[in-house]
């Protein structure tokens, strides 16, 4: 791990130095949830990598309709928040090479209500699964709907550029 201007950039290596997956966590929230995210992130890696390492997770559900809550509301508790940003995370890893999976953890979260920055990620990973996979007007509706509720948020450039295409 290194602390880096754009954030914590977190790199795991097999023990032949082979990178098996690296990640740059945005800098939010206190050093312990940091460090938090860094070990979901790690963790995460390891399950794929050595599936024994796996805990028995319950396969998330989606939820009809995937992100419809507000987003942001709070969430009470430190274990709680780590749960909740564990799915987004996991999700986030995933996308790379299997989305169907991917977009089932970028639905879990929706069961709670995520932070409002939790959320945004969610969202627009959804909507980046759904065009991988081809399922352009499902992306289309999650892309508008990011634009909506968050204007000036961290991938809105980066729609807008694409949709003026």
């Known amino acids: 791990m290194q ?8 790199e795991l290596r097999s023990a032949d130095a082979t990178s098996i997956g690296e990640r740059l966590l945005p800098v939010e929230g206190s050093c312990d949830e940091l460090a938090q995210a860094a070990a979901v992130v790690l963790s995460a890696w390891l399950s794929d990598v050595h599936p024994d390492f796996a805990p028995e997770l319950p396969v998330p559900q989606p939820v009809a309709p995937p992100l419809a809550s507000s987003p942001g509301v709070a969430v009470t508790s430190r274990g709680e928040r780590a749960a909740r940003r564990y799915f987004v995370f996991r999700a986030e890893l995933d996308a790379d090479h299997d989305c169907r999976r991917a977009l089932r953890d970028f639905e879990a979260p929706n069961a709670q209500a995520l932070p409002a920055a939790w959320a945004e990620r969610a969202l627009f990973g959804r909507g980046a699964c759904l065009l991988k996979l081809r399922e352009e007007a499902a992306a289309a509706r999650d892309f508008a709907l990011y634009l909506e509720r968050y204007p000036n948020g961290r991938f809105a450039a980066q729609l807008r550029t694409q949709r003026s295409r």
Do not use: N, P, Q
Request: aromatic fraction near 12%; charged fraction near 40%; charge should be positive.
């Open 3 to 10: 602390r880096r201007e754009a954030g914590l950039f977190v």
